[in-house]
Structure formats: structure tokens, C-alpha cells
T-cell receptor
């Protein structure tokens, strides 16, 4: 079965601290892509970071890094030096396969609140 | 970067009427467009996948006669909610596959009264 899971409905972090948002997945397909999106209350989906299944190194984008553990089938998002503006819903998503029609399947989401 | 323009951003309609939502790719050709629905505090659920020039593929449980999808050109896909009812009130958002990954529209908040 192809599934993606986020087990943390809500997370709290103090401003300037780091936070890890968990994401696990299940697939038998050797080729897949993992994405993280931020969704503020406005509803827009903001792309944060991408990790391909064949990528040797963990992806990083500014304050965002992806802790990709292929054997454990996990792709946790690490946000360093949290800011108040990071408060939002965060979704882990997966593309199963590599065809052009491959859609994204989303996890349940984690609501992150950054406290001052 | 790639941009998908989605309109309207919000709409209120009466029960029984139809509402059309448009998604337009502004600087790239969107061969495939995905339509999602999101209820409050829930995840995005894929409703259907539309391919330019062909019929949309609907996910299980999504009524194709109620949610009409048209993808007549490489830059425009539309979702029409026909005979809308209060339970159709939701956030609808489209997404197109681009060269890098996926580009999302800004979403449409539909309220049926």
C-alpha cells in the first residue's frame, strides 16, 4: 500500500529554537519523491523542500532541511531558528513513481505554533 | 517561477446553483492538472486528475456528474460544482505539474448557503 503519515497533529516551539516535524511513508516503488509544503491560514500551498528517492544527500533549503532515512521510510522536516511567521500547517506529500501524471498524496498535516 | 492563477478566491452561492472555478497556468503549459478539496483542519484530498484534451480521471467516491472538470487547453482547467449543496462547502485548490515539481493555485473557498 502507498501511504504517507504525519503523526503529530500539533507542535509547539519557542521562537529561535529548532523543531522537527515527522513524516513516514510506505511504498514498494523504488522511485518516488517527497515534498514538504507550508499552508498558512490564507490557504496557499508554499513549497518548502524536495527529496528524491535516489538522492544521496539530505535536501536543505535555507532554514529547512529534510532528514531522509530511507531504510526507516521517514522524511522528517527540520526547521531551524523558528520564527513567528513559521506558524502554519505543514504537509508532507509524496509522489509515487515518476510518470508525468503522478499526483501528490498528502499526509494529515501538522499544525505548528511558534511561541514568542 | 511557475504560476497558476486560480479564480475566484472565494465564492458564496445559493443551494442548487452551479459554480465554476478556473485554474490558469500563466507561464508554462500544464498538461496535467490536479484538483483537490480540503475541509477545515483536514488534509488535501485529490478529487480528480485532468489531462488536456481528454476526460478527467476521478478518485473513488467523487461524483463526476457533480464535479465537472474541463481541460480544453494547455493553460486552462476548470472545475464546475453543479447543483451545489451546503455539504459541498469547502476549500478547492488546483495543482499543475511543472518542470520542477508542482505549482498550486491560491485556492477557492466555496460557501453554499
Amino acid at each position: 500500500a502507498q501511504k504517507i503519515t504525519q503523526t503529530q497533529p500539533g507542535m509547539f516551539v519557542q521562537e529561535k529554537e529548532a523543531v522537527t516535524l515527522d513524516c513516514t511513508y510506505d511504498t514498494s516503488d523504488p522511485s518516488y519523491g517527497l515534498f514538504w509544503y507550508k499552508q498558512p491560514s490564507s490557504g496557499e500551498m508554499i513549497f518548502l523542500i524536495y527529496q528524491g528517492s535516489y538522492d544521496q544527500q539530505n535536501a536543505t533549503e535555507g532554514r529547512y532541511s529534510l532528514n531522509f532515512q530511507k531504510a526507516r521510510k521517514s522524511a522528517n522536516l527540520v526547521i531551524s531558528a523558528s520564527q513567528l511567521g513559521d506558524s502554519a500547517m505543514y504537509f508532507c506529500a509524496m509522489r509515487f513513481g515518476e510518470t508525468s501524471g503522478s499526483r501528490l498524496t498528502f499526509g494529515e498535516g501538522t499544525q505548528l505554533t511558534v511561541n514568542p | 517561477g511557475a504560476v497558476v492563477s486560480q479564480h475566484p478566491s472565494w465564492v458564496i452561492c445559493k443551494s442548487g446553483t452551479s459554480v465554476k472555478i478556473e485554474c490558469r497556468s500563466l507561464d508554462f503549459q500544464a498538461t496535467t492538472m490536479f484538483w483537490y478539496r480540503q475541509f477545515p483542519k483536514q488534509s488535501l484530498m485529490l478529487m480528480a486528475t485532468s489531462n488536456e484534451g481528454s476526460k478527467a480521471t476521478y478518485e473513488q467516491g467523487v461524483e463526476k456528474d457533480k464535479f465537472l472538470i474541463n481541460h480544453a487547453s494547455l493553460t486552462l482547467s476548470t472545475l464546475t460544482v453543479t447543483s451545489a449543496h451546503p455539504e459541498d462547502s469547502s476549500f478547492y485548490i488546483c495543482s499543475a505539474r511543472d518542470l520542477v515539481g508542482y505549482t498550486f493555485g491560491s485556492g477557492t473557498r466555496l460557501t453554499v448557503v
